[in-house]
């Protein structure tokens, strides 16, 4: 049976400095990215023991613990690709128009974007998906790993707002951490993640 496993970052620990330590990214990618994967896992362990004794009666903890871990490994996968050390500063194309469609500008759907993350009670994620119902853009707030997202949507731009991944460099003040985020964005990533969610094509873009 296949497991999940922790992706290679596709930069040193060190890229993202200033705007985000390589002790934050060493801890993050290697310690708390590596227990998602880890309790994904186990958790599909567990379930597979479930199965062959015929015992369900730990089913509903099982559940939760593969929703959650499940979904802490994807978004981190997801966080990697969409920084850059790189970074060119602004959307383009497609991508830029479709923000200026559903958000009015690029600058109103960035102070949405920020204003959801910085809104974020406890620990969660701010998340720009494409609704494919709706053919539209939507920003979300996501809570812990897997909670508050309608179903269906294609996460596109991911923000992690847990306390992990920012208090080393930025402490509580969570509008400096999100400032910072703004300059490492890799809009390249975002534009062929929205590409792919358009055509129907992105699940093989999901985490890489």
């Not at 979300?140 to 208090?167: C, K, R, S, V």
Request: aromatic share 12%.
């Amino acid at each position: 049976m296949s497991s999940y496993t922790l992706p290679d970052l596709p930069y040193d620990y060190a890229a993202l400095e200033p705007h985000i330590s390589a002790r934050i990214m060493e801890l993050h990618h290697s310690k708390h990215h590596k227990a998602y994967v880890d309790g994904a896992n186990n958790a599909l362990a567990q379930m597979a023991e479930a199965r062959e004794a015929g015992n369900f009666a730990n089913i509903n903890r099982l559940e939760k613990d593969l929703a959650f871990h499940l979904g802490g490994h994807v978004n981190h996968s997801i966080f990697w690709t969409n920084l850059t050390p790189n970074a060119n500063g602004a959307p383009e194309g497609e991508l830029e128009s479709a923000l200026q469609e559903f958000f009015g500008s690029v600058e109103s759907f960035q102070a949405h974007f920020t204003g959801a993350s910085m809104g974020i009670q406890g620990s969660g994620w701010g998340v720009l998906s494409w609704d494919p119902v709706g053919a539209r853009l939507i920003i979300q707030q996501l809570f812990d790993q897997q909670g508050n997202t309608a179903q269906g949507t294609i996460p596109l731009l991911q923000l992690d707002m847990w306390e992990h991944a920012f208090y080393l460099d930025y402490q509580n003040v969570k509008a400096d951490y999100v400032a910072a985020f703004w300059k490492i964005v890799n809009w390249e990533n975002v534009q062929q993640r929205f590409a792919a969610a358009r055509s129907g094509a992105s699940a093989t873009l999901l985490i890489s």
